[in-house]
């Protein structure tokens, strides 16, 4: 070959070679691009987007209860959701129908095989077996080993306390729903909110009130009772019960009665414990002084009706001595002498016609209000016949009288410490410091002795009223109360126990009225709940004790009343 | 050379190859044992539950009440047995020489009448108070 020949063909070799590199190179830089652009995809991907781990492991979720908690002011669970397993099967799972329902009979004993044996070979493809299964039956069904049958995780609600709180708690149904009491008017909290309700009900004085006013209905062969205990400064509700009562967690199937509550729904003419309201209205009013006195003579006719006194003094009484001798006579002079209108406006400042709207309860009861309030239901309205309030009405009443003169919405829910009370004044302190004497004469002279608790200073009033049947009063059948307010010197508790349709017994001589029956049950509950409740007994001979307490000391412009 | 690099690049991805399962699989150990612990605090939550519930079973009012009335020897008090701590009477702003003590064995009155040293004597002063018109006592938990 010669070097111009192999020159040439080095020339045309190189320039192929060229090609064939150009060629590479365009190859190769396509590739890094695409390269770049997965990695740059792949950082992406890991460091900038998503650059997390994925979650395999689910978070640990905290047992939620679709419904919360309600618990008492000391945080003592009231109801509470638990998880229970609910048994179901599938009957085209079923193998054998025949062997199983015997089997699932064996460890159910309350299910019938022949009911189970209908239920597996029905041709649907789910039938429930049985709800809420204890942990142990749900454990023997599984080691059952039977095919078809499947567990649903269902709740249910569980009343600890029983029947102590029933009215105010309520219940709810199968489907979780509230249907009566706090549950049914904080539903939509309950299932939305995982904070619990704290009620303003001191579980211990429940129990307590509950234990008193049973006792109370066995022994005066009652149809029912009712009391509550309610603080006086903030209208909290301690104690709230109603008998009878109803199980909560089956409440279906009970006597309606059972289900009622008698303090928020039931409206019953309070009789005498009214006269407080009279009295206050009178002295308030300025158309009475402790120094006032009025004819217990002389029945007074109106029309059809005849006002007596049910144990006459027959004289002239005091002030003091118609609320210690519990005069309706005088009850109704004094509420004529402040005339109809005054009267009435009193009525319905204490809030006594009108429903309790602050109560966070579903049931209320609408007071009877005479319409048109003439003067004859000015004269026993005056000693509490003709207007009928619910319990509730009657003792948020009395702790305005006692407490200062002012009027304070009542709640169940717990108020948070330091927050500001609502309240409406409608007697003067003035005027409730007279009160306070007055309550505290009736124990300590009265009619209502029985509630007298040493240490505690109990004021407070008696009342029996006769219940309206058919054509009239009922004779013989009374509804009994007394409501109280101590310690007196500064009420801080306002207790009302209530008796319905008592029978006297050997102990009471036969009488059935409200110092004999309700009183002894106020005494009771306030002896032993006053240290729990934080009040500090006194020694009722100290001489400021006395002082307080003396009608004569600081009613200025009064005469002196003699003690008895 | 060549070769040199083709084994430090295929063993470098094995290495890495190795690594990389390695930590996969550590990874799926812990995913695993985090979910059983979660699932553990789960269940035991769970019981928490309705352990509480059955305690404040056990621990309603009407139980305690019985029990109390069947193995105690206490009653309800009355209001005779309460009292305040106001009520107890203060250890005197004087309080006791070990001196005097020790003096009526072996009586040396002239000792005792000696001035006191000027140590400030210790007056006991009430480190709390019972405030009974306060919220409710507490009796629950």
């Keep these: 070959m010669s070097g111009e020949e192999l020159a040439r063909l080095d020339g045309v070799h190189k320039q192929s070679v060229e090609i064939g590199r150009k060629r590479l190179l365009m190859g190769a830089g396509l590739f890094i691009i695409a390269f770049l652009a997965i990695v740059a995809r792949v950082g992406d991907l890991t460091l900038l987007k998503d650059g997390y781990e994925p979650r395999q492991a689910a978070r640990a979720q905290p047992f939620t209860a679709s419904r919360a908690d309600i618990v008492d002011r000391n945080g003592v669970i009231l109801a509470t959701s638990l998880a ?230 027959h004289r002239w009484l005091s002030l003091a001595e118609v609320i210690k001798y519990s005069s309706n006579l005088g009850a109704a002079r004094i509420a004529m002498e402040a005339g109809v209108a005054t009267h009435r406006k009193y009525i319905e400042r204490f809030g006594l016609t009108k429903p309790l709207t602050s109560l966070e309860l579903p049931e209320h009861g609408i007071p009877h209000v005479p319409n048109p309030w003439r003067e004859v239901n000015t004269m026993t309205i005056a000693f509490g016949h003709g207007l009928s309030v619910t319990p509730v009405h009657l003792a948020r009443g009395v702790a305005a009288v006692a407490d200062g003169g002012v009027l304070h919405p009542v709640t169940v829910i717990k108020r948070r410490p330091g927050e500001a009370v609502p309240g409406e004044r409608v007697i003067s302190e003035q005027t409730s410091y007279i009160m306070r004497k007055l309550m505290r004469l009736v124990v300590t002279d009265g009619t209502g002795k029985f509630a007298a608790v040493p240490g505690y200073l109990v004021g407070g009033k008696t009342g029996t009223a006769e219940k309206t049947g ?74 400021e004790v006395r002082s307080a307490m003396d009608l004569n000391v600081s009613a200025p412009g009064s005469k002196r009343i003699a003690a008895n | ?91 005197g702003a004087d309080p006791v020489d070990p001196a005097s003590l020790q003096s009526s064995a072996q009586p040396e009155p002239a000792v005792r009448r000696q001035p006191k040293p000027a140590i400030p004597t210790f007056v006991p002063t009430p480190v709390a108070t019972i405030d009974r018109s306060g919220p409710l006592p507490g009796g629950g938990r």
Excluded: C
């Design chain 1, 84 to 313: 229970t397993a609910s048994l179901y099967a599938n009957p085209h799972h079923v193998l054998d129908a025949k062997e199983a329902a015997k089997k699932i009979a064996r460890v159910l004993p309350e299910l019938p095989a022949a009911e189970i044996e209908a239920k597996l070979s029905s041709g649907r493809s789910f039938v429930w077996l049985k709800r809420n299964l204890t942990p142990k039956a749900e454990y023997a069904v599984n080691a059952l080993g039977i095919p078809g049958l499947y567990f649903l995780r269902e709740e249910r609600r569980v009343y600890p306390q029983g029947n102590d709180a029933a009215h105010v708690v309520g219940y709810a149904g199968t489907d979780n729903h509230g249907l009566a009491g706090v549950e049914k008017s904080f539903d939509e909290q309950l299932r939305t909110s995982e904070q619990p309700v704290q009620l303003s009900i001191d579980l211990r004085v429940q129990h307590i009130l509950h234990e008193e006013l049973a006792a109370a209905v066995d022994k005066f062969r009652a149809v029912g009772a009712s009391g509550l205990v309610m603080d006086a400064n903030t209208g909290e509700i301690i104690a709230m019960v109603s008998l009878p009562d109803f199980d909560p967690h089956n409440p279906v199937g009970h006597d309606p009665d059972a289900i009622f509550d008698r303090n928020t729904m039931g409206v019953y003419e309070m009789g005498s414990t009214f006269k407080l309201f009279t009295v206050s209205m009178a002295l308030d009013s300025g158309s009475a002084t402790l120094a006032s006195t009025y004819d217990a003579v002389h029945p007074i006719k109106v029309g059809r009706f005849t006002i007596t006194d049910y144990k006459g003094e």
């Design chain 1, 470 to 543: 058919v054509g009239g009063y009922k004779r013989k059948s009374n509804l009994s109360l007394f409501v109280s307010a101590f310690p007196m010197t500064a009420p801080r508790y306002i207790v009302l126990a209530m008796v319905d349709e008592p029978h006297g017994t050997k102990d009471t001589y036969g009488y059935s009225t409200g110092g004999w029956v309700a009183a002894p049950v106020v005494g009771h509950v306030i002896a032993r709940t006053a240290a729990m409740l934080g009040v500090q007994p006194v020694d009722e001979n100290a001489p």
């Design chain 2, 1 to 91: 050379m060549s070769w040199r690099a083709t084994v430090f690049w295929s063993l470098l991805a094995a290495l890495v190859g190795f690594g990389l399962f390695h930590v996969k699989y550590q990874v799926q150990k812990l995913e695993d044992r985090l979910a059983k612990i979660n699932r553990d605090l789960v269940h035991e939550q769970d019981q928490i539950h309705v352990l509480r519930a059955e305690w404040t079973y056990l621990d309603r009012p009407e139980r305690i009440e019985r029990l109390a009335k069947k193995y105690l020897d206490l009653g309800p008090p009355k209001a005779t047995q309460m009292g305040s701590i106001a009520q107890i009477p203060m250890r």
